[in-house]
Nanobody
Framework: QVQLVESGGGLVQAGASLRLSCAAS????????LGWFRQAPGKVREFVAA????????WYGDSVKGRFTISRDNAKNPVYLQMDSLKPEDTGLYYC???????????????WGQGTQVTVSS
């Protein structure tokens, strides 16, 4: 199994940057594609970004293209999310997740972290 723990969230002003990290346990995490999702109160869980297990392919949700960057190192912190030019609408609970087949749909992911809160004020 894979265990994921997110960190790096916080309260920032619009235009600021944050870098989220996802620490992993379980020796098989390198065989999974990894993704980030976010969810705000009253809204559905939204796809943010994903990266293939090799790190050679990345995907982004339309709302974050050009502002967020996903990367991985297949180490203790296998996936990162660099968030620049943050907007109030980026506010939400951010989750990292693992899947055997990369997807934009949260139901296709097998393992989830508990989430880290990102709040962007204007």
């Amino acid at each position: 199994q894979v265990q994921l723990v997110e960190s790096g969230g916080g309260l920032v002003q619009a235009g600021a940057s944050l870098r989220l990290s996802c620490a992993a346990s379980g020796r098989t995490f390198g065989t999974y594609d990894l993704g980030w999702f976010r969810q705000a109160p009253g809204k559905v869980r939204e796809f943010v970004a994903a990266i293939s297990r090799s790190g050679t392919s990345t995907w982004y949700g339309d709302s974050v293209k050009g502002r967020f960057t996903i990367s991985r190192d297949n180490a203790k912190n296998p996936v990162y999310l660099q968030m620049d030019s943050l907007k109030p609408e980026d506010t939400g609970l951010y989750y990292c997740a693992a899947t055997k087949t990369v997807s934009r749909y949260y139901r296709d992911y097998d393992y989830w972290g508990q989430g880290t809160q990102v709040t962007v004020s204007s």
